[in-house]
């Protein structure tokens, strides 16, 4: 198996690293995390405080809480995130289906939004990306997981990419 260099981590993959995205990106992967694993993951993070069973699969997995854009009512969906120093990056692939995953038209009606990883829970304010900052932001997702730029390829839509940028917190 192919190790690739990644350049936001610094180093190459580790085989357990290059194994999970490779089993993710596949069509049987993508089915189970889109159908399964995330199902889990969104009962399961909250009570582990975002501990993941197999952390070696899936990497950087937080707990994405938006308001409805229809309903208003909080919605909350487990997501791979990239971080990027106070900034947070998040991919509304949906496994490379025709539609915007429902999270992402609740952060273009409403950007406030929060985001818990292993048990911390910050609020942020999103906008999605445009022109270069959206090529910028793409090369770094695509760098953390391949499996997007295979998502890309079997959409006509471009894949949205949010930046998620934390609200300063008031004393």
């Given at each position: 198996m192919d190790r690739r260099y990644s350049q936001i981590r610094g180093r190459p993959l580790t085989w357990l690293e290059a194994g999970g995205e490779a089993f993710e990106a596949s069509c049987?992967?993508?089915?189970?995390?889109?159908?399964?694993?995330?199902?889990?993951?969104?009962?399961?993070?909250p009570?582990?405080?975002?501990?993941?069973?197999?952390p070696f699969v899936r990497q950087n997995?937080?707990?994405l809480t938006t308001t409805g854009?229809?309903?208003?009512?909080?919605?909350?969906?487990?997501?791979?995130f990239v971080a990027d120093g106070d900034q947070v990056l998040l991919v509304?692939?949906?496994?490379?289906?025709?539609?915007?995953?429902?999270?992402?038209h609740n952060l273009r009606r409403h950007p406030r939004c929060a985001l818990s990883h292993h048990g911390v829970k910050?609020?942020?304010?999103?906008?999605?990306?445009?022109?270069a900052q959206r090529?910028?932001?793409?090369?770094?997702?695509?760098?953390?997981?391949?499996?997007y730029a295979r998502y890309q390829s079997q959409t006509d839509r471009?894949?949205?990419?949010?930046?998620?940028e934390p609200v300063a917190s008031t004393p």
């Open positions: 049987v992967g993508d089915w189970l995390y889109s159908h399964v694993v995330n199902r889990i993951d969104k009962r399961l993070l009570l582990t405080k975002g501990r993941q069973i197999l997995i937080a707990v854009a229809k309903s208003g009512q909080p919605r909350t969906t487990p997501l791979q509304a692939s949906a496994g490379g289906s025709r539609k915007d995953p429902s999270w992402a910050r609020q942020y304010v999103a906008h999605e990306t445009t022109g090529s910028a932001a793409w090369d770094r997702v695509v760098d953390w997981y391949q499996g471009q894949i949205p990419v949010f930046i998620l």
